[in-house]
């Protein structure tokens, strides 16, 4: 009986000690220590043993109950600690080795954004040169020398009649002249004003403009363009107001609103108490501009709107300082 | 522009809140705000009679009086000295707003109930101080508002006039925009002008040199005006949109501008010598004092009014000192002229001036309206200083209105605004705003442009009249399908691929400014030559070049991080550069990037350590196995920016495309940068080609590749690209790729020399590879080696 014990004893304690899960070690507590264990009924059947008997075997059934015991506390915590435990030797709590993080800029990442929905309406990316001539950036736009509406853009001159695009509208002049209809493009990119910066106005900034020249092109097709172009990057459900504008190289023009996002139209210091935000101007190309570059203006007509990509993703985040997105600040780049 | 909505309606009738006319022309015209004025939160204060005044019996300085404010008759406790029986003062009810926000209610003061309060100016936010409460003229109705008595009632508008519409710089042309919402009727000025002999062409005399300069100038004289100040109505009009009033004639010129858009100018007709007027060009260095006190040069670009000695005003846009009106004027020479637009914007930005006067003129006023606008400011000197008015104008040049008369199809408006107005609808729109409308043939509308409109000029500046008219909320927007092929840019596509990579690499992406200082290249050491073109008007001075590199503005994002404790940087930036080329200009794309601070993000376990030129080297390699351009190589650097014991120039495909390394220690200094500074600086553009090529697709390998390590010891002076380029030249059929794993100097190796250890990896696209056919591939290559560098092999 008692070598029975001894041998009991043994297996018990490489089955606690050896446990590799809970599960493991419930099992064997089971096995060894449990109701229906041996050790349990052997200490059950003591009172059909002889006196002397008895006694020894009591014994050694307590001292092998209270030894098992202690190796099933140790097995316990050394299973708790591999688990994450204190006693461990990986501290799962201790930050892991990082690698370096990198972001495009907020610009580039409004950029693609507001590419990739415009690409989904089927215009096509254009580019074109920073350096443009008077013809490109004005005169082809219907804005004459020494005319007025030159106040609206504060330009960087260079040398005889060449300066720094103040839109990409020479883009447009640029595809029109050597593409025929239909056209159907965005151009964006960075424009210059030679304004002192402000927190609502750079002297460097990006804009994206579209243009849609086609037979029949009606001005419904621009709002319902612009429409769904707003409704993609703020939410189906943003308001959206169409009014008159100026421009010299649309006719109708439009400025277009959307709900201000701060008080959702019930006025607010962000949009002067009006409820709306400016966030694009367009219209329906001018045909001074078709002729300009020799498209008919009595077989076409088209649509040509234009924003401000810093404005946008100001609006989106909240970013109160369009000069932040020049100071390139990493603790800016890594908020926004 | 500014508007008071009281002036506004002496032209015509709206029934519209401020706001509520404000959202209106928004919709209709442009962006129009309403400008808070003084009074517009007071509310609940009237005009009150005070019946009687009693001492308060437990005060010496108050009293208690009985006051009728129409609707009935309240006792007050008032403590103004100047209260007495009969007087009309304010009475604010209980439940009244007055200045400040500040709520008037019921109160007991001394045991007396007080129901509402007699106010003084200072209580309505009139006056700093009152000495005590308002008193009105006796004729004020009992129980009128008192905003209406006091002018508190008015409230001003903002009208963002667009540079196409100089219409609107004047109030009638707002009024007319105004009608065209509303549908009411226009009112203008009708003018009925008493006339006294001798007539003006006896008076004066008007010559213009170039009727291309000014087309037409009337001029009017006014004998034995009396200088004085303007009535009250006229100070509040003026000082309702912000201008000071100076004296009745001064501000009926003003005014008669603000009303028109036309503006016109008085000179004190007796010292306008031999009363005459010359319009003509100033000669070089020809000079006149103008109306703020500064002597001004001019040459042949001014266009000049003078008398018959010399320049009294230059045209168009400020008048001289030597001809104003002032408080000695009897006799005033009325000038209303018609100046080129271009000439007078040309002459103002030459003096760096714009006035009230250059801004209307150079969008062009209404050339058909200078009679009337001449007569209503005759009429008001004769009404307001008591002027006579000579008989009739002094009339110089002739001016051909050029009528124009558009037609408008009803198809074409219909196509463009789907669904668009009725005919007979499009037609009152176009009429309510001046437009002269009868039937065209074919289905169109003949229409005739007012000579206040010549921003129109072609139909589709016709169809925007109706459609802002019309609403443009009426349109139906709508999103047709339309397909039309798109194609990508490569070089643009490439752009995006190394953006992509270098981000996946741990780099922000920054845009800095396209403008360098002059030295900037100087700077690091560099020159700038002069390919760099020159803006002619900087905004900054210190800034006058577009960048040739991106490398000064990147390091300067660099130093600003650093200062703000944002040391550890992996940045880049795609951007432009611009040179001279020939004529025109060379517009180029660069890849620039800067690492500083701790090559590794920092750990619990491991030492920061600085940047070295194997970390930045290893970015450039990764970048160029992440976009598969495998044909990187590096040649020697010689330029003074970079550190030259550990900077490169990079190859890729052959072709020097940048250059790459540590900042010299001189610029770091120079510069004020942290300590190391590896920085990049590639042109993309001789990229895009390799990156275009796709990969070919082979046959994954079925069998296992075998390694072989060797170590060597060679001279110092031995790179390892030498032997890496002898272990590709070996051509080895099985050999497929080679790396280093080590490099090692120290007591295990003799002086002067180092260790390179290499791993050559083998392998066979038809079968596994024997250890011994390995082994005598890898012994070819090693004796290769030892007899071509005096390779000793380290075990
Ligand atoms: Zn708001």
Redesign the interface.
Known sequence: MIERLKELRGEAVAAFDGAASPQELEEARVRYLGRKSELNQASRGLKDLPEDERRAVGRAVNEIKNELAAHLTAATDRLEAAAGGAASSVDLT??G?????????P??RTLERLESIF?G?????A?G???EDDFHNFEALNIPP????R??HDT????GD?L?RTHTSPVQIRTMKSRKP?V?IIAPG?V?R???PDASHG??FYQLEGLYV?R?V????L???L??FLGELYGEAIAV??????F?FT?????VDIECRICHGRGCPVC?N?GWV?LLGAG?V???VFEAVGYDPDVY?GYAFGLGVDRIHMMMCGVNDIRL???????F??QV | MKVSLRWLRDYVDFDLSAADLARRLTEQLTETEVVESAGSDITGVVAAKVITVDRHPDADRLSVCVVDWGAGSSTVVCGAPNVKPGMMSALAVPGAVIAGGRKVEEVTLRGRRSHGMLVSARELGLEEHSDGILEFEAAVEVGTDVRGILGLDDEVIDVDVQPNRPDCLGIIGIAREVAAAVGSKLRIPEVDLTEVDPGAPELAAVEIEDVQDCPRYIARVISDVEIGPSPAWLRTRLESVGLRSISNVVDVTNFVMLEFGHPIHAFDYDTVREHRIVVRRATAGERLTTLDGVERELSPKHLLICDGRGPVAAAGVMGGGGTEVGDSTKNVLLECAWFDPVVVRRGAQDLGIRTDASQRFERGVDPLAMELVAARACALMNELAQGKVARGIVDAGSWKAPATTIELHMEKLESMLAPGPPKEKAAAELASLGFGVSDGPDDSLRVEVPSFRHDVRLEADLIEEVARVDGYDKIRPEVPFHSIAVTTDPARAARDAVREAVVGLGFHEILTSSFMERDALEKLGESTGDEAIELANPMNKEMPLLRTSILPSLLDVVRRNANVGEGDIRIFEIGKVFRRAGEGADERWMLAGALAGAAEPPAWDRQARPVDFYDGKGVLWALGEALSVDSLGTACYDGSALDGTAAARLLAGGRDVGAFGMLSPKVIEARDLPPSVFVFDIELDPLVGLLAATGTFADLPRYPKARRDVALVVDERTSAGNILGEIDSSEEPLLTGVDVFDVYRGKQVPGGKKSIGFTLTYMSRERTLTDAEVDEAQARIVARLVEKFGASLRE
């Open positions: 201790l930050p080795r990082r690698p370096w993080v990198g972001g495009k800029h610009i580039t690409a309406l089927g215009f096509e990316v580019t040169p920073h350096i020494d005319h007025p509406a106040d609206m960087f001159y260079i040398d060449r720094l239909p159907r960075r210059y030679n304004e002192t002297s460097e086609d029949g009606r001005f419904g097709e709002m319902g363009v429409t769904k107001r169409f009014r008159p504008g100026f010299p006719e109708p023009s439009t400025e002067k009006t400016e329906m001018d045909p001074r007509t997105y020049h100071e390139n600040d990493l603790r780049l890594r």
